[in-house]
Every structure is written in structure tokens, then in C-alpha cells.
T-cell receptor, first 111, second 111 residues
Framework: NAGVTQTPKFRVLKTGQSMTLLCAQD?????MYWYRQDPGMGLRLIHY???????AKGEVPDGYNVSRSTTEDFPLRLLSAAPSQTSVYFC??????????FGEGSRLTVL | GENVEQHPSTLSVQEGDSAVIKCTYS??????FPWYKQELGKGPQLIID?????GEKKDQRIAVTLNKTAKHFSLHITETQPEDSAVYFC??????????FGQGTTLQVKP
């Protein structure tokens, strides 16, 4: 029972390239989230989903797309990477009442 | 806008001493206050939480206190151990169910 699995763990991109961060959960929960973590700024919500076929914007959605075609998967797409998107990205689902259960993160560097 | 302020940003204590991390929130309708611990290279993990109908909650060496009038809450770790070294995040769930994170505190426990 892995919980939340994120791939890749590390990636370096050039400005303008596109990529997809993958997130898969085996906790069978409806809600899934994408956060980014930057020094001194805590965790900021990018996009989230309350169930298959639904997505919604968080605090910092610009430059990112998401989709939710299955309960298990919630990929995050960067269509044209920018240096400002250098960050550590965390996917999460709900583990218990009110509890977020996070993956181990994906560290992205955009040159 | 809604925000959660967390202090200090870094904290260094000797093993066996106590550590206190403080957070303030702006939305008076906030009703759920979790604390997360993030070890190096890992995702944040829930360690304790408190709801707005409770003033204090304790779990072994960690405790959280909540002052709704002043809109602040604190994490207390007693008898600190080297394995307590990590980044700690507070968060507050606001009146519309959004979880807002503080900026994080890096705790170093010196042996």
C-alpha cells in the first residue's frame, strides 16, 4: 500500500519545454491536490479535484493544467515551463478526517 | 487576503529542551488547525491537529494550544530529541474549507 506515488522525483527542464508530473493514489479517495513548496512561502495550492471528471483552481494555478480521468490519477502539466516554476511539487489526497496525505514530492528545476 | 503567519522561521534547541512554534491566522471562521512535520526529502506528515471547540490537545511529547479570541495557535514539543529535527508547518482551514499553510519552521535539535 504505497499511498501517494509521484514521478519523477527529480527533473531539469529548459525554459519553454513542457512536461507532466504524475501522481497516483491507492487510497481510493475522491479528493486530490497539487501543492508547490518554495522557501519562506510554505505550501501553496495549485489545483485540486473533488472527484473523477472534476478539477478546480487553487491559489496559484497559472501555467499549470490538470485532469482527473480516473480516481487514482491526477497529473499536473506544465505547458511551457518558466524559471518561476522551479519548485518542489507535492501531490496529496485525504488520509483521515481533515488529514492530507502527501506524496514524497517532485523537485523541478527550470533553467 | 486570508493568511497564516508562522514564527520563527528557524529554531535551534539543545536536546532535552522544549521548542515552541507559533502561528496566527486571519479568518475568524477558521475551525481546524493541523500541524505537519516534513523530514528531509519527504512529504509533510500530519503529527497533531486541533479543532475550534478545543483549547488544548496533547499527544505524548507534543501539544497544541488554540486561542480563538486572539486567533493564534502554537505547537509545543517537550524533551526534544535529534529525530525531532525537521520542518514544521502549521495550517488553518478557513470558513470555506480551504487549508492555508504557514511559511514553515526549520527546527534543529542539537545533541
Amino acid at each position: 500500500n504505497a499511498g501517494v506515488t509521484q514521478t519523477p522525483k527529480f527533473r531539469v527542464l529548459k525554459t519553454g519545454q513542457s512536461m507532466t508530473l504524475l501522481c497516483a493514489q491507492d487510497m481510493n479517495h475522491e479528493y486530490m491536490y497539487w501543492y508547490r513548496q518554495d522557501p519562506g512561502m510554505g505550501l501553496r495550492l495549485i489545483h485540486y479535484s473533488v472527484g473523477e471528471g472534476t478539477t478546480a483552481k487553487g491559489e496559484v494555478p497559472d501555467g499549470y493544467n490538470v485532469s482527473r480521468s480516473t480516481t487514482e490519477d491526477f497529473p499536473l502539466r506544465l505547458l511551457s515551463a518558466a524559471p518561476s516554476q522551479t519548485s518542489v511539487y507535492f501531490c496529496a489526497t485525504v488520509g483521515g478526517p481533515g488529514e492530507l496525505f502527501f506524496g514524497e514530492g517532485s523537485r523541478l528545476t527550470v533553467l | 487576503g486570508e493568511n497564516v503567519e508562522q514564527h520563527p522561521s528557524t529554531l535551534s534547541v539543545q536536546e532535552g529542551d522544549s521548542a515552541v512554534i507559533k502561528c496566527t491566522y486571519s479568518d475568524s471562521a477558521s475551525n481546524y488547525f493541523p500541524w505537519y512535520k516534513q523530514e528531509l526529502g519527504k512529504g509533510p506528515q500530519l503529527i497533531i491537529d486541533i479543532r475550534s471547540n478545543v483549547g488544548e490537545k496533547k499527544d505524548q511529547r507534543i501539544a497544541v494550544t488554540l486561542n480563538k479570541t486572539a486567533k493564534h495557535f502554537s505547537l509545543h514539543i517537550t524533551e526534544t530529541q535529534p529525530e525531532d529535527s525537521a520542518v514544521y508547518f502549521c495550517a488553518a482551514k478557513n470558513g470555506i474549507g480551504k487549508l492555508i499553510f504557514g511559511q514553515g519552521t526549520t527546527l534543529q535539535v542539537k545533541p
